[in-house]
């Protein structure tokens, strides 16, 4: 028999499930650990503050040890954490004004971007092109991506593994249109699975790995590599609040390197500091950091990968226009 919850999932199934964007506060550390870039003293008489939209998950790293080490705060950036579930959580509360900044892949950066062409991406802070995974159920039938064709897909609506999975399936000769795709929060993947009322699921961790906890019967099918895309993790900002901060770019850029170095030098530390944010278990923290590369700027891969993933949304009709990814890279010099 079904439980009332589960049954309330399928009621839900063709919705998105959203999660309030509340103001989340969390007092940084007076004294962070002595590594990587200092700050700069002359930020520190003028602070500024701003919300910032991310999730406390293993693809955003940087900017989840910059926020408990105090790097921002050090860089004079008053940040008020707004937790989310997932990049697109974030690309929507940046597009609705409700944050300054916003964490996210690259699916929810270009629709956030064809939504509001004056975003600014200010820096790219992982690529992971291994981050997406496939989670089947052990009775499923499911063998081979053709397979895929008439089961029952639990995924998050315009996340970055929603448009991974879609690259994966047109790479497979897979009809995408004949999948029963049920739109979930990442957060009832688990209870989906094990009532059976999906057959897979898709998404990055910590998702895969809380349904193979609680899911026996269940095993790791695919990841979404080889698809000629680095899947890049960035912070993008409101163009209007660059313009009236314009120290408030280089201190983000300055806070996520002084992470990506803590990373570099203690990745042990940074997986405990993880962890302990997440809820998710440190073994599996630790395993999943693998999977990406941690950096802090706009390299060429970051502007490759997200004219990629904008040309194959507006293929497949998810956007109507391909957004100016070029004119929406920050930079120092063309900011008043």
């Known amino acids: 028999m079904l439980t009332r919850r589960a049954l309330s999932i399928v009621a839900l199934a063709v919705t998105v499930t959203c999660v309030t964007l509340t103001g989340c506060p969390r007092q940084t550390g007076s004294t962070p650990a002595p590594v990587g870039t200092q700050p700069q003293p002359e930020l520190q008489a003028s602070r500024i503050s701003l919300k910032m939209a991310v999730q406390d998950k293993t693809c955003y790293l940087p900017v989840v040890v910059a926020l408990d080490q105090g790097f921002y705060a050090d860089e004079g950036l008053d940040v008020e954490h707004q937790r989310v ?34 975003l600014k991406i ?106 000629g895309n680095q899947y890049p993790l960035s912070l993008l900002a409101r163009g209007s609040f660059v313009e009236e901060n314009p120290d408030a770019a280089e201190a983000l850029i300055r806070g996520t390197k002084r992470a990506v170095e803590f990373i570099a030098e ?25 999977d990406y590369e941690w950096i802090a700027d706009l390299r060429r891969e970051v502007v490759d990968s997200l004219k990629l993933t904008a040309e194959f949304l507006v293929e497949q009709g998810k956007i109507a226009d391909l957004p100016d990814i070029d004119g929406a890279m920050y930079s120092a010099e063309a900011t008043p």
């Open 85 to 118: 579930v997932g990049g697109i959580e974030a690309a929507e509360a940046l597009v609705s004004g409700q944050a300054d900044v916003g964490v996210m892949g690259d699916a929810p950066a270009v629709i956030a971007l064809s939504r509001s062409p004056q």
């Open 266 to 290: 203690d990745a042990d530390r940074a997986a405990e500091i993880l962890a302990e944010r997440s809820g998710v278990p440190l073994e599996r923290e630790r395993k999943a950091m693998d």
């Open 122 to 227: 200010v820096t790219c802070q992982a690529l992971g092109e291994r981050m997406h995974r496939i989670v089947v159920r052990d009775d499923s039938g499911i063998e081979t991506p053709g397979d895929f064709e008439g089961k029952r897909l639990a995924i998050q609506q315009g996340s970055s593994t929603h448009g991974a999975f879609m690259r994966y399936c047109d790479k497979h000769g897979v009809d995408f249109d004949k999948i029963q795709v049920l739109l979930l929060s990442p957060r009832d993947f688990p209870e989906a699975v094990l009532a059976k009322q999906v057959d897979f699921i898709a998404g990055s961790e910590p998702w895969p790995g809380n349904v193979m906890a609680l899911c026996k019967d269940c095993h790791e099918f695919a990841n979404l590599s080889g698809l």
